[in-house]
């Protein structure tokens, strides 16, 4: 796959010398941006690191993601480990492994999932979100900061309100504003200090504030605690929201990559399927219920034998991967189709815009209890039909 990736990722970035006003769309195992892009940019592979600023917004979905550039807009990123040490000037939003933040964020940073830290020196203009796992935090919070999770270590400055809710919580920092704190193990150090109150919870009662320093009022509140109704309730409520935005978003973000690279390593094959498709719904209906029901008698039929197990798991592979992608698949056809029902004859990037809208559309009406699914569903199983059925075409003419 690499390299076909290659050639494609240098007419992506075929622009060094003059300004390109597209988005650039670039995939590749090991992704590396060595020159500044003047408009959106979507990026995605095993290692991505963006060494050059980004004129617009940047989506990155990667095993590893290293940010050193700045990016002007927003940053989204999806991934196992992320360091971001370029300026963002928007916001900054992760669904994410281990994340680091070692610079400046104009606006918001919302995290789902996964662990954060927000170093020493980075600063955090707008309010930070986050829902998943632990937190620390050494640098500074201009905004408000909202988080549930598990570990949350604070020795930074939070500009505005706090609300601090996780199994183990440690605070030596700061809070300009109202702070909530509510943890199965909370512990603050004499060098706290509260600018204004703080509402807390524990399991042992009220708490010994010792030397911190608090300019408020300090008030236990039972209704603070964890797993309790209430506010709590709806940081939950809020946490749900959040993650599937998140699940939503990386799920579009890695359907819009696959699209791209079947488009851009295909040719006519998803015209023929279209052309087909147009020429005999239902008997393309009809080849995809046989490829669902047959296929999986086909690749056990392979490995009754001992020479036939590498096919097997070569066909097995194949068809649990038509599965997963199956709405991204029929959308590109769909898309052909389209152009072929109508006479059409779109760009490429047009082309790839209208694929990614039609899944869109699929994924949205797959949320339509029964009648929805089910319409989705035949959609499905034509495209696997037309397909099919194109191969086979071409096989005989081969043979």
Do not use: C
Not at 9 to 30: H, I, R, T, W
Not at 134 to 156: A, M, N, Q, R
Not at 210 to 230: I, R, W
Not at 376 to 383: A, D, N, S
């Amino acid at each position: 796959m690499k390299k076909f990736l290659s050639p494609i990722l240098g007419v992506l970035l075929l622009g060094v010398a003059a300004p390109v006003s597209a988005d650039f769309l670039m995939a590749e195992e090991e992704l590396t941006i060595v020159i500044p892009l003047n408009d959106d940019t979507y990026a995605a592979g095993g290692i991505v690191n963006v060494q050059e600023d980004i004129e617009g917004d940047l989506f990155v979905v990667g095993g590893e993601v290293t940010v050193q550039g700045d990016i002007e807009q927003d940053l989204t990123v999806a991934g196992g480990e992320l360091n971001i040490s370029g300026a963002v000037g928007d916001d900054l939003r992760i669904a994410g492994g281990q994340v680091t933040v070692s610079s400046t964020v104009v606006d918001d940073l919302i995290l789902f999932g996964g662990d954060l830290t927000i170093a020493e020196g980075a600063i955090i203009q707008g309010d930070v979100r986050m829902y998943g796992g632990d937190l620390v935090i050494d640098g500074t919070i201009e905004g408000s900061l909202h988080t549930y999770g598990g570990s949350v270590k604070v020795s930074g400055t939070v500009g505005g309100d706090a609300d601090i809710r996780g199994d183990v919580v440690r605070f030596s920092g700061r809070v300009e504003g109202n702070t909530i704190l509510s943890s199965k193990d909370l512990k603050i150090s004499n060098t706290a200090y509260f600018q204004q109150d703080v509402h807390y919870w524990q399991p042992q009662g009220l708490y010994y504030f010792g030397s911190a320093t608090v300019q408020g009022k300090t008030e236990y509140d039972e209704s603070l605690a964890l797993g309790m109704p209430g506010e709590l309730r709806q940081t939950a409520f809020d946490a749900f929201r959040a993650g599937l935005i998140a699940i939503a978003g990386y799920s579009l973000l890695s359907a819009s990559f696959f699209i791209l690279l079947m488009i851009l390593l295909t040719k006519t094959y998803f015209m023929d399927g279209a052309k087909r498709l147009q020429k005999a719904p239902m008997m393309s209906l009809w080849y995809g219920f046989l490829y669902l029901i047959a296929a999986p008698f086909v690749v056990l039929a392979f490995f009754i034998t001992i020479i036939g197990i590498p096919i097997g798991l070569f066909l097995g592979v194949l068809y649990i991967f038509s599965l997963v992608f199956a709405k991204a698949l029929t959308a590109i056809l769909l898309a052909e189709w389209i152009q072929v029902r109508y006479q059409k004859k779109w760009k490429t990037f047009f082309f790839f815009l209208a694929s990614v809208g039609v899944y869109v559309v699929l994924r949205v009406v797959s949320l339509v209890p029964v009648v929805g699914s089910i319409a989705v569903v035949v959609l499905m199983l034509m495209m696997f039909g037309a397909l099919g059925h194109t191969e086979l075409e071409k096989f005989k003419k081969v043979r």
